[in-house]
């Protein structure tokens, strides 16, 4: 059974840092693609980043793009994203998921989030 | 990037009852589209890809359709547990973009 297991949320102050984690279990995580998606409370999905199985292609949702930084550690079956000069706009609920097959920009799989709250 | 548009925002329909739901891209995005379901405090459970493939163990009355710019999903017979909002996303370029939802509600 797939198992994705978002941690690392909580609440912070505009213009800090945070780092997420996602932790994989019950696939080859190496095959697959991974991706963020985050979505604001009482909002629709928005994609965050996308990073590919060996790291070598990446990508961000224009609005992020030097703030934010995605990576992944396959000896570790995890997925992380480092987020700098937080916003308030930033808030959101941040999902960890899977490709339905290894390389496929759709997502079969999903962690039940981890939630990020920006404010002073 | 590429802006996808839902209508309608919600849809109120009876059991039993035909739902369909439309999204369309503000520039081709070919047959890269995908559906998910949405239910309060769940994640998003995809339900079509490539416009028209159902996912594993999703439902026969799931369907999807279209190309290009203009895509549909059809509930052809409402179920209890179908209540909920739906997304399209287009994959075809990054970066990739969802619509805004569809609320299906029971009327």
């Known amino acids: 059974e797939v198992q994705l297991v978002e941690s690392g949320g909580g609440l912070v102050q505009p213009g800090r840092s945070l780092r997420l984690s996602c932790a994989a279990s019950?696939?080859?995580?190496?095959?697959?693609?991974m991706h963020w998606v985050r979505q604001a409370p009482g909002k629709g999905l928005e994609w965050v980043s996308s990073?590919?199985?060996?790291?070598?292609?990446?990508g961000y949702a224009d609005s992020l793009k030097g703030r934010f930084t995605i990576s992944r550690d396959n000896a570790k079956n995890s997925l992380y994203l480092q987020m700098n000069s937080l916003r308030a706009e930033d808030t959101a609920l941040y999902y960890c998921?899977?490709?339905?097959?290894?390389?496929?920009?759709?997502?079969?799989?999903w962690g039940q989030g981890t939630l990020v709250t920006v404010s002073s | 990037e590429i802006v996808m548009t839902q209508s309608p925002a919600t849809l109120s329909v009876s059991p039993g009852e035909r739902a369909t739901l439309s999204c369309r891209a503000s520039?081709?995005?070919?047959?890269?589209l995908a559906w998910y379901q949405q239910k309060p405090g769940q994640a998003p459970r995809l339900l079509i890809y490539?416009?028209?493939t159902r996912a594993t163990g999703i439902p026969a009355r799931f369907s999807g359709s279209g190309s290009g710019t203009e895509f549909t999903l059809t509930i052809s017979s409402l179920q209890s547990e179908d209540f909920a909002v739906y997304y399209c996303?287009?994959?075809?370029?990054?970066?990739?973009?969802f619509g805004q939802g569809t609320k299906l509600e029971i009327k």
């Open positions: 998921a899977k490709g339905y097959y290894d390389s496929s920009g759709y997502y079969g799989d």
């Open positions: 019950g696939f080859t995580f190496n095959d697959y693609a």
């Open positions: 990073i590919s199985w060996n790291s070598g292609t990446i």
């Open positions: 520039q081709s995005v070919g047959s890269n």
């Open positions: 490539v416009a028209s």
């Open positions: 996303q287009q994959y075809n370029n990054w970066p990739y973009t």
